[in-house]
């Protein structure tokens, strides 16, 4: 009975802990500031530039947010595989990191509204001579992705896949420049992007997943869902949403 009596405390003090995290909009504008988690190895949705900031589509829909609210923008960078866990712990007010909304994440965060549509591509070396079509082709190669995402999801779904996780895309890609994986498989927009920085790169195909992007929150905080839902609706409305696709992918 003690034992239990004990657990049934511990679980409470986790909840109770877990629960005074959760920042409501009063709380975030007292504080001065919104604290967004990124992985910002994604361009051009987020990375690194010249000026060692970080920047891309995501971002400036941050910045966006964080300006509506009247307060400063923080960004925090971590792997991918740590935003959840980072907002579920209270670390962080909002995830956006080019994040594809799925049934089992969606069990763990809310999700806003799909902000992006998007796809998986197939990355090879150019003089590899290795050209595969669909994901089956795959079957009996090694091929790099960054851990947790939609990539390592979809590749690891297909038996015979020698799946390689990395914490960076950056890694995964010096894995296939030194010839150590057969291909990468990655979102089509990054993908689009490194195959135009590092020519010995090549896209041997675009999977149609059908996927969407969606910002995540901690689960049950519905006025902050809702205050970014509103706020994509208003970028999408004003054309201000738009102008951030031709910006970031034309």
Do not use: H
Not at 31 to 46: A, H, M, N, Q, Y
Not at 77 to 85: A, G, M, N, Q
Not at 96 to 115: C, L, Q
């Amino acid at each position: 009975m003690k034992k239990f009596f004990t657990m049934v405390i511990a679980v409470l003090l986790v909840v109770l802990t877990v629960t005074s995290f959760a920042q409501t909009l009063t709380q975030i504008k007292q504080r001065g500031k919104l604290i967004v988690g990124t992985e910002p190895t994604f361009p051009p949705f987020e990375f690194v530039d010249e000026k060692n900031q970080v920047v891309g589509f995501d971002i400036d829909i941050a910045m966006e947010l964080a300006k509506r609210l009247g307060v400063k923008l923080e960004i925090v960078s971590l792997p991918f595989d740590s935003l959840i866990p980072a907002l579920q712990q209270g670390k962080i007010d909002l995830a956006i990191a080019g994040m594809t909304i799925t049934e089992e994440r969606a069990k763990v965060v809310d999700f806003s509204k799909p902000y992006f549509e998007a796809n998986q591509a197939i990355v090879v070396r150019k003089d590899s001579k290795f050209e595969p079509k669909k994901l089956e082709d795959l079957v009996g190669k090694k091929v790099a992705v960054q851990l947790g995402t939609t990539g390592d999801l979809v590749v690891s779904d297909i038996t015979g896949i020698n799946v390689v996780r990395f914490q960076k895309f950056t890694d995964a890609f010096l894995e296939l420049q030194n010839g150590r994986v057969d291909a990468v498989v990655l979102d089509e927009a990054p993908a689009k992007a490194y195959v135009k920085k590092f020519s010995k790169f090549s896209i041997s195909s675009i999977v149609d997943t059908g996927e969407t992007y969606g910002i995540a929150v901690k689960k049950g905080n519905k006025e902050l869902l809702n205050f970014v839902n509103q706020t994509l609706d208003i970028m999408k409305g004003s054309g201000q949403y738009n102008k951030l696709l031709q910006k970031w992918f034309e």
